[in-house]
């Protein structure tokens, strides 16, 4: 069966840069929802769209910002990246607003030098 | 105080034991109870849903809800080598027209001895 997409697998960055990261939903799921997991930690919300809208919204830091495209993929921009940042994203997709089945990515690990 | 406390273990049991799992939590708000299971350095892997209290039972696994407690549980029968991994507990509280983030517990490390 068709599994979340996430792209770049592996990305490492400079203090200061920016990141893109994407997320294809599994297909016939319109919902994504963003997660951040630091090392030996539990997933950390940060931010969710439905239908192409903003439906909820975790500890996303103001650096940050996503969209939810037409064709329902979704990135998550990340600028003025600071070493805190490093940590596995990872991008999960629902099936309309059914939150308690959502189906995660194999994650971006992002490092930040 | 986190909302959802589990405890990290690690937990370590032979093959063929019953493993419980265990997580608490303080908002009474959450309806959807959620058991994933991580590998490492891999994705969360949705092993079971439950909505309110109740029991739910999928092969190997039964997951329970007691909210009167705020005490939900996993158990897995004859366990296996490969269940040894990290199993996270999650929680949501559906507020309607939308999709909700996740509230995890910080996952118990159990291995399965051979």
């Known amino acids: 069966a068709a599994g979340v997409i996430q792209s770049p697998r592996h990305l490492i960055k400079e203090k200061r840069e920016t990141a893109t990261l994407k997320c294809y939903p599994i297909p016939r799921h319109d919902t994504v929802y963003w997660y951040q997991q630091g090392p030996g930690q539990d997933p950390q919300f940060l931010i969710s769209f439905y239908e192409k809208m903003q439906s909820d919204k975790g500890s996303i830091p103001d650096r940050f910002s996503a969209q939810q495209f037409s064709d329902y993929h979704s990135e998550l921009n990340m600028s003025s990246l600071e070493l805190g940042d490093s940590a596995l994203y990872f991008c999960a997709s629902s099936p309309g607003d059914r939150q308690e089945t959502q189906y995660f990515g194999p994650g971006t690990r992002l490092l930040v030098l | 105080q986190k909302e959802v406390e589990q405890d990290p273990g690690p937990l370590s049991v032979p093959e063929g034991a019953i493993v419980s799992l265990n997580c608490t939590y303080s908002?009474?708000?959450?309806?959807?109870f959620m058991w994933y299971r991580q590998y490492s350095r891999k994705g969360p892997e949705l092993l079971m849903y439950?909505?309110?209290?109740g029991n739910k039972e999928d092969g190997r696994f039964t997951a329970q809800v007691d909210k009167s407690s705020k005490y939900i549980s996993l158990f897995i029968r004859d366990s296996q080598p490969s269940d040894s991994a990290t199993y996270l507990c999650?929680?949501?509280?559906?507020?309607?027209?939308?999709?909700?983030?996740?509230?995890f517990g910080k996952g118990t490390h159990l291995i399965i001895q051979p």
């Open positions: 439950t909505y309110s209290s």
């Open positions: 908002n009474s708000a959450f309806q959807y």
């Open positions: 999650a929680m949501s509280a559906y507020e309607g027209g939308g999709a909700d983030g996740l509230t």
